[in-house]
T-cell receptor
Framework: DSGVTQTPKHLITATGQRVTLRCSPR?????VYWYQQSLDQGLQFLIQ???????AKGNILERFSAQQFPDLHSELNLSSLELGDSALYFC?????????????FGPGTRLTVT | QQQVKQSPQSLIVQKGGISIINCAYE??????FPWYQQFPGKGPALLIA?????SEKKEGRFTISFNKSAKQFSLHIMDSQPGDSATYFC?????????????FGTGTRLTIIP
């Protein structure tokens, strides 16, 4: 158990809908990363937050957004969902990017868009 | 652009044998190279990591070999066990502020047979 929690575990929704994925980092970790894992694209970085502020952006679609709250939990919002958004979404956390510490992954949320 | 190339895609090794997975990277700015192990339905778990100032790092049965001039690194699993059957991902990042995102290889599905 990495100490990173993600909810829900599974999510099934229809095209055009909007969903919110939630992540709680390990205790004391300030940085949260979101990754998408799909069969055709592999594990891809989406976005990073550090202590409430966006720190880095990857291949994140404009339909997707994220935020990190004062209690350091993070939410990934996916809107206008398409079939191709079906994937596993992982959150990872690390203590402090300036300390260059390891990233620990949560169990993921499996999103199925029908 | 695939910045981290991983091979083989799948690997079958007999119990007690040595499993070897290779990765090559393109971005010479990368300075942190972790390996993750992922079981079905779980998130990637950090296995072992290396920085380019050393050529080898060993933790138990797991060893990373690093060749900076060739821009290659590999994971060796000694005395492979059925419990090692999983998908392994190499990754790379640049440990500077805002660049900590992990770039992953495409994964190797390892099967250890009795």
């Amino acid at each position: 158990d990495s100490g990173v929690t993600q909810t829900p575990k599974h999510l099934i929704t229809a095209t055009g809908q909007r969903v919110t994925l939630r992540c709680s980092p390990r205790s004391g970790d300030l940085s949260v990363y979101w990754y998408q894992q799909s069969l055709d694209q592999g594990l891809q970085f989406l976005i990073q937050y550090y202590n409430g502020e966006e720190r880095a952006k990857g291949n994140i679609l404009e339909r997707f957004s994220a935020q990190q709250f004062p209690d350091l939990h993070s939410e990934l919002n996916l809107s206008s969902l398409e079939l191709g958004d079906s994937a596993l979404y992982f959150c990872a956390s690390s203590v402090d990017p300036m300390g260059f510490t390891e990233q620990y992954f949560g169990p993921g949320t499996r999103l199925t868009v029908t | 652009q695939q910045q981290v190339k991983q091979s083989p895609q799948s690997l079958i090794v007999q119990k007690g044998g040595i499993s070897i997975i290779n990765c090559a990277y393109e971005n010479t700015a990368f300075d942190y190279f972790p390996w993750y192990q992922q079981f079905p339905g779980k998130g990637p778990a950090l296995l072992i990591a290396i920085r380019p100032d050393v050529s080898e790092k060993k933790e138990g049965r797991f060893t990373i070999s690093f060749n900076k001039s060739a821009k290659q690194f590999s994971l060796h699993i000694m005395d492979s066990q059925p419990g090692d059957s999983a998908t392994y991902f190499c990754a790379a990042s640049k440990r500077s502020f805002g660049n900590e995102k992990l770039t992953f290889g495409t994964g190797t599905r390892l099967t250890i047979i009795p």
